[in-house]
């Protein structure tokens, strides 16, 4: 009797398991009338997302400013304050609506930018090597905008 129990039990939490798998892979994505693959999300969802956005691309304008004036410290506070710290207020239910790849492409960004921050910091990254990190960077900015783009739902 027991044994069946614990069979059961085993059985609904191998299926939560593939169910959350799944959904954390393909996200909430459907195609969009633009060809880009629209992410459902609810407004505050999307708010934030958007806020992280701007946040980027001010710190990266920050960034390239700093590199005028020859100051490297702000580059490396800058770089670091677009790490993987700036991700931490995004919640498990928003980031299992997003698909793998979004989540993975953001990450990698978040990471890049600690990176630079540490190398300015260790002095293994000039003012021509930020530079043209920034400019890869953006090409993975450029790309996911070509991608995807942000639906609000009304629930
Ligand atoms: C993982 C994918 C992804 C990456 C990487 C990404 N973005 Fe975005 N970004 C989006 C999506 C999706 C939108 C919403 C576009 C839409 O709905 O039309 C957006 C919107 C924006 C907006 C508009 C914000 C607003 O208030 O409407 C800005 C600015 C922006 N991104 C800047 C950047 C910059 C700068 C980078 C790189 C440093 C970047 N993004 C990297 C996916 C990404």
Same mark, same amino acid.
């Given at each position: ?29 459907? $195609?969009? %009338?633009?060809? $880009?693959?629209?992410?459902?999300? +609810?407004?505050?969802? $999307? ?25 490297? +410290? ?49 002095? +293994?990254?000039? +003012? ?7 400019? %890869?960077?953006?090409?993975? !900015?450029?790309? !996911?905008?070509?991608?995807? $783009?942000? %639906?609000?739902?009304? %629930?």
């Amino acid at each position: 009797m027991w044994k069946r129990v614990a069979l059961v039990a085993i059985g609904f939490w191998i299926l939560t398991l593939i169910v959350g798998g799944y959904f954390f892979v393909k996200g909430t994505g459907k $195609r969009g %009338d633009d060809g $880009r693959l629209a992410v459902a999300l +609810k407004r505050d969802e $999307r708010n934030l997302v958007l806020s992280e956005m701007r946040q980027l691309l001010a710190g990266v304008q920050t960034i390239l400013q700093a590199i005028t004036n020859d100051d490297l +410290k702000i580059v490396e506070y800058t770089a670091s304050s677009l790490g993987m710290k700036a991700a931490v207020d995004v919640n498990p239910v928003l980031m299992a609506k997003l698909p793998l790849e979004f989540k993975s492409t953001g990450m990698g960004v978040h990471g890049r930018f600690d990176e630079m921050a540490l190398k300015v910091h260790s002095g +293994k990254m000039n +003012k021509d090597e930020v530079l043209k990190e920034v400019s %890869d960077i953006m090409l993975t !900015c450029v790309g !996911c905008h070509q991608a995807y $783009r942000l %639906d609000e739902v009304i %629930d």
